[in-house]
């Protein structure tokens, strides 16, 4: 009964999507992350199973991640979705709060269309590094990834936690994840650290050989270092079953959320098309989930109270509410239908042709 409540409102909102096939589609771009990480996965997938029947040719681009998706999302033509970090979202309302006026321009006409998911943060280490937990990497030379990227101010943010300092500057290295893993691999560096959602494909692709020569530090729950941490970030596990050939067991680690952005927009074709947008996303969130990136199945179709001076995109939280509604009362309906029907001990034969059964 829920199945066909929900097919019934979802119908009209792909009639509605799928009209909009025989028209010219709009070019719009979504900025992402690097070529092997999971932001780049989802913008494929939003693009494929959103973008498309909502007559968008949306254009997936990569990037060193969430401090250059900020700018490009703001500054770059055609670049109407983005991918971030929420620490970095928040780094920069806190820069522009503070009188940063760039930081202030780049950040405040962004807005959010939804939550996605926790990208757990990846502590690397050698396999014969005496370091066990977070908590060790005091004073170790450290890649915190590429400038610009969301994992390098999650890497920094992380460290100014724990520790109380900022990384010395003669310990910082700014590599991309493939670089950072090979230069732990050569002792060139003591830590790596990653931010990616699990399971990524830059483990999952790497030369068992190399992989058996890393491994990732434990976040110890009752160490002051982890209390600190966990003002920003949120405690989770690395699972053993993302990574079999690697993981024996499951990590504890810390979390960031990501966030899908786009900005402020008046125009009436934009608006129309990211409202076009929001009724596919809705419609095909099944689609995601069912057949995306693994993440999907965490992603959750809500828009969750916001903490000071984050916004969500009012035309498109419109849309996204009055869905969340038709959920909830299909939801509903189907709950008080089903408890009105009695329990059937058996059915009759002429019953079962008629498919009257349930």
């Known amino acids: 009964m829920l199945k066909r409540l929900l097919a ?35 913008g494929q997938d939003l693009s494929k199973w959103v973008a498309q029947p909502a007559g968008i040719d ?37 820069m522009a709060n ?20 926790d990208e757990e943060i990846n502590v690397v280490v050698r396999a014969d590094s005496p370091m066990k937990t977070f908590a060790d990497i005091k004073d170790k030379t450290i890649s915190v990834g590429l400038l610009g990227s969301g994992t390098a101010q999650t890497a920094t943010t992380l460290y100014h936690l724990m520790f109380g300092q900022a990384i010395p ?13 090979a230069a732990l691999i050569v002792k060139k560096v003591d830590v790596a650290i990653i931010v990616v959602g699990q399971p ?21 729950p009752a160490a002051p270092e982890t209390a600190r941490a966990k003002q920003t970030y949120f405690p989770t596990a690395i699972r053993a079953a993302s990574y079999p050939t690697w993981l024996k067991d499951d990590v504890p680690t810390l979390t960031v959320k990501a966030f899908l952005v786009t900005y402020d927009y008046g125009l009436r074709d934009t608006v129309g098309n990211l409202n076009h947008f929001a ?15 693994p993440k999907w199945k965490q992603v959750k179709l809500e828009l969750p109270t916001l903490v000071r001076g984050w916004k969500y995109y009012p035309p498109v939280e419109k849309h996204l509410r009055a869905c969340l ?34």
């Not at 009188?99 to 959010?112: K, V, Y």
């Not at 500057?169 to 893993?181: F, G, I, K, W």
Request: aromatic fraction near 6%; hydrophobic fraction near 40%; glycine fraction near 6%.
């Open 98 to 117: 503070a009188g940063n006026a760039d930081a202030g321009t780049a950040i405040r006409p962004l807005r959010l269309i939804m939550p996605l998911y």
């Open 58 to 94: 949306l254009e997936v681009m990569a990037s060193k991640g969430s401090a250059e998706n900020v700018q490009r999302m703001r500054f770059e033509s055609g670049v109407k979705l983005a991918l971030v970090q929420s620490d970095v979202y928040q780094a920069y309302l806190d």
């Open 169 to 181: 500057e003669q310990n910082v290295q700014h590599l991309s994840n493939e670089d950072a893993l």
């Open 8 to 42: 019934g409102w979802l119908g009209l909102a792909l009639m509605v999507v799928s009209a909009l096939a025989g028209a010219e589609p709009a070019h719009y771009k979504i900025v992402t992350g690097p070529e092997r990480g999971t932001y780049i996965q989802f």
């Open 325 to 358: 509604a038709n959920r909830s009362a299909a939801i509903s309906s189907a709950a008080a239908v089903q408890a009105t029907q009695k329990p059937r001990s058996s059915c009759t034969d002429q019953e079962r042709l008629l498919l009257l059964c349930k």
């Open 279 to 293: 009724d596919s996303l809705c419609a095909n969130f099944e689609n995601l989930q069912e057949h995306g990136h």
């Open 200 to 220: 990524a494909k830059l483990f999952n692709d790497m030369n068992p050989d190399l992989l058996s020569q890393i491994r990732l530090l434990r976040v110890d």
